[in-house]
């Protein structure tokens, strides 16, 4: 019996040609969705699809994405002499680590990298608080080198003086910038050592002569800075390709050192560089710095000033490849998965061990640093370490007491008997700091690695300090030859750095290599590097000197960036290099 089709209807055989032309519209249409999403991430039109992508804004501070146990660290408080900021930004915990451009961290990438245990987390004052980094990748073995230690170049004092006046000297308080190179037509800026072999003295700011360097102390190496030429004494001069990022191309830059995303309105600052006197030093290649540092780590340790340090290197990295963030609650880590490289962070205020229970007649809660030992929460990680880059001194300006030989020697902004003579100030203190962290890992049965001890970085509190009328408001310039007025306090804990440093490689036991990076006299040039009183986006915020002629709160002591800081990571790339690849003739 054959059923007729009701008048009007479709016919059944119809339905299969309807199901097919929808099955393959559909196919092309997925497919061409999938061929344009891939077209767009692999090669993003502009920061917009970029951004769309990858989820990121560059001008915020994001939390961070991914499993609970991957949020990274903030610093503590920055130090009672370092604090520049109003009631609300006396933390670097102001500013969140962004996430990476990539996506969460799922643990199943890079095999062979294992994790380390965690370090306790110790804030300022010893207690448990803030997070300090650990749990941190192995790199593979540095290379061995026939060198293995480095000195300075720079002017040093025997002069073992405990007493020393801590004050800052400065000559100049306007706020109004210097016409620094004299002429729009100069534009190199020279830092060269003086033939005399006697200390200088300081240098008049108006007298036009060229700092000087003379030799080494008696208790100092010989040996040349690096095995190449010296790049510590040379020149800044006018780049007009200017930085290889901005704060709108990376994303982790702490929203203190934006300086133009906080409304800075000049540039020039980003356009100096620094030219050895008898070689080239070459922009920062990232790809190159990558590749030297292929299945290896480098490590920033220290205060606020490495974290600076730190994300500087992260932002020129970023513009070749977004690193996936490994970080936790106890440290900054990324990860740069086409070389398998570890961009480490780990926070240690003072480099030796602190802590806050009551010692001797020392009550509890102020923090008691034990020079003689190195900061415990280091020692178990230094060994995974391939390249380390230490940064200290400012802290020792904040209050805390001084332990050597479990005897209570001396403090800073605490001596309860003023009758009793201090045996040791926050000078010689952190001179000892250096050559007790320094002989530590020179002695480690296990470290082979590179350390690096960027010198102490000068502040620019021109006028007064911090909190009393200090300002590097207007500063648009480097000081040119001649200009620069000598800062007591930075001579001097520079002094003591290196004789810590000096002292340490003559108790060189392993087949580490300790270098000296010493920026100091260079960047006393770079009073346009700073912040000043551009810390925040805030549309409100004080930037010209108020009715009673005080300038407004402001950051002489960080960098911006980009800006002059970005020169250490030229300076570290070239150790580098020069440690794995051998000397080769940069001369120009």
């Not at 344009?36 to 501070?61: H, M, R």
């Not at 934006?258 to 008898?278: A, F, M, S, V």
């Not at 490849?321 to 490289?341: C, D, H, I, L, V």
């Not at 209570?408 to 050559?435: R, Y």
Request: charged share 20%; glycine share 8%; hydrophobic share 30%.
């Amino acid at each position: 019996m054959t059923l007729a089709t009701p008048k009007g209807s479709v016919s059944m055989n119809q339905y299969p040609k309807i199901v097919s032309w929808i099955g393959v519209s559909v196919a092309g249409l997925a497919m061409f969705l999938l061929f344009a999403s891939w077209v767009l991430v692999s090669f993003p039109i502009g920061s917009t699809v970029s951004g769309y992508f990858y989820g990121v804004d560059s001008l915020l501070k994001l939390e961070l994405s991914g499993t609970s146990g991957n949020q990274s660290m903030v610093d503590s408080p920055i130090p009672n002499n370092v604090v520049m900021s109003d009631k609300e930004e006396t933390s670097e915990s102001s500013s969140e680590v962004p996430t990476s451009l990539n996506s969460p961290v799922d643990g199943s990438e890079g095999k062979d990298v294992k994790d380390l245990p965690d370090v306790p987390v110790v804030d300022e004052n010893g207690a448990s608080g803030k997070p300090v980094d650990t749990q941190v990748p192995s790199g593979s073995s540095s290379s061995s080198a026939d060198e293995n230690v480095e000195t300075t170049h720079q002017t040093l004092s025997n002069d073992t003086n405990s007493h020393v006046s801590l004050s800052t000297t400065h000559n100049e308080d306007e706020d109004v910038a210097k016409p620094a190179l004299g002429s729009s037509n100069v534009t190199e800026i020279s830092v060269v050592p003086e033939t005399n072999d006697s200390t200088p003295s300081s240098t008049d700011s108006k007298s036009g002569s060229n700092p000087a360097s003379s030799d080494l102390p008696n208790d100092a190496s010989s040996d040349s800075v690096d095995t190449g030429c010296d790049l510590y004494h040379g020149s800044w001069f006018y780049d007009p390709l200017g930085p290889q990022y901005t704060n709108n191309t990376c994303p982790v830059i702490t929203q203190m050192q934006n300086c133009q995303g906080n409304g800075r309105p000049d540039k020039e600052y980003e356009n100096w560089r620094w030219k050895p006197l008898q070689c080239d030093l070459p922009r920062f290649d990232a790809r190159k710095f990558l590749e030297l540092m292929r299945g290896k780590t480098i490590a920033f340790i220290g205060d606020s000033v490495a974290r600076n340090h730190m994300e500087a290197m992260l932002c020129v990295l970023w513009q070749v490849e977004a690193p996936r963030n490994r970080g936790n609650k106890k440290m900054q880590r990324y990860y740069f998965k086409s070389t398998n490289t570890f961009v480490v962070r780990i926070w240690s205020s003072w480099l030796v061990k602190q802590t806050s229970e009551a010692f001797d007649y020392a009550p509890e809660g102020v923090a008691k640093l034990h020079l003689d030992a190195p900061d415990d929460r280091l020692m178990d990680v230094i060994p995974q370490f391939d390249v380390i880059v230490f940064s200290s001194g400012h802290w020792f300006a904040k209050q805390s007491v001084y332990i050597l030989n479990s005897e209570i020697v001396g403090g800073q902004l605490w001596w309860p008997d003023k009758s009793k003579q201090m045996k040791i100030n926050n000078i010689e203190a952190f001179g000892i700091s250096v050559e007790t962290i320094l002989t530590a890992l020179a002695t480690h049965p296990n470290y082979t690695g590179i350390a690096i001890v960027r010198s102490f970085s000068p502040d620019h509190y021109e006028g007064g300090a911090w909190n009393t009328g200090g300002s590097c408001t207007g500063k648009v310039r480097p000081l040119a030859a001649g200009e620069r007025v000598e800062n007591g306090f930075t001579n001097i804990m520079h002094q003591k750095q290196v004789m810590g440093f000096n002292r340490a490689i003559k108790k060189l036991t392993n087949k580490s290599k300790l270098k000296m990076m010493d920026i100091t006299e260079a960047f006393e040039y770079r009073h346009d590097g700073h912040p000043g009183p551009y810390r925040s986006p805030d549309p409100n915020k004080q930037t010209k000197r108020g009715p009673d002629g005080r300038p407004p709160p402001q950051d002489c002591l960080h960098w911006c960036m980009p800006g002059p800081v970005d020169t250490w990571n030229e300076f570290v790339l070239e150790i580098i290099r020069r440690e794995y690849e051998g000397t080769k003739n940069l001369s120009s």
